[in-house]
Nanobody, 128 residues
Framework: QVQLAESGGGSVQSGGSLRLSCAAS????????MAWFRQAPGKEREGVAA???????SYADSVRGRFIISHNNAQNIVYLQMNSLKPEDTAMYYC??????????????????????WGQGTQVTVSS
C-alpha cells in the first residue's frame, strides 16, 4: 500500500516563500507521476502542479512562474517550491501519486482522476 506524507506547510506573509515536500513509501513501484492539489474553504480541489515519471511538468495558470515542482525519483519525493505567495494561495495542499500514468496532457496531469494515491494534506496560510 502506497503512503504519501506531506510536510512543509505553515503560515507566511504575502510575498513570502514555502517549500512543501511529499514522500511516497510502502511501494514496489520505482517511479511515480506526482502532483500537488489544493483546496480552499468552500472551493473545489484544483490541480496546482504536476511532474511526470519522465520529469515533464505542468502548472496551473494561477501559479505558473511562482511555483516550481521537482522530484527525487530515487527516493520518490516530490517538492513544491512556492514563491511570491498570495493570500489566494491559502489552502490545504495535497500530494497525489500514480505509478502507471505517463505522457499526460496538462489537463490530465492536473486532474484528480489521474491519481490513485493521496496524502492527508498540509495547510498553507498566506496573510496580507
Amino acid at each position: 500500500q502506497v503512503q504519501l506524507a506531506e510536510s512543509g506547510g505553515g503560515s507566511v506573509q504575502s510575498g513570502g516563500s514555502l517549500r512543501l515536500s511529499c514522500a511516497a513509501s510502502g511501494s514496489t513501484f520505482s517511479r511515480f507521476s506526482m502532483a500537488w492539489f489544493r483546496q480552499a474553504p468552500g472551493k473545489e480541489r484544483e490541480g496546482v502542479a504536476a511532474i511526470g515519471r519522465d520529469s515533464d511538468t505542468s502548472y496551473a495558470d494561477s501559479v505558473r512562474g511562482r511555483f516550481i515542482i521537482s522530484h527525487n525519483n530515487a527516493q520518490n519525493i516530490v517538492y513544491l517550491q512556492m514563491n511570491s505567495l498570495k493570500p489566494e494561495d491559502t489552502a490545504m495542499y495535497y500530494c497525489a501519486a500514480d505509478p502507471w500514468s505517463h505522457g499526460m496532457t496538462t489537463r490530465q496531469a492536473l486532474g484528480e482522476s489521474s491519481y490513485n494515491y493521496w496524502g492527508q494534506g498540509t495547510q498553507v496560510t498566506v496573510s496580507s
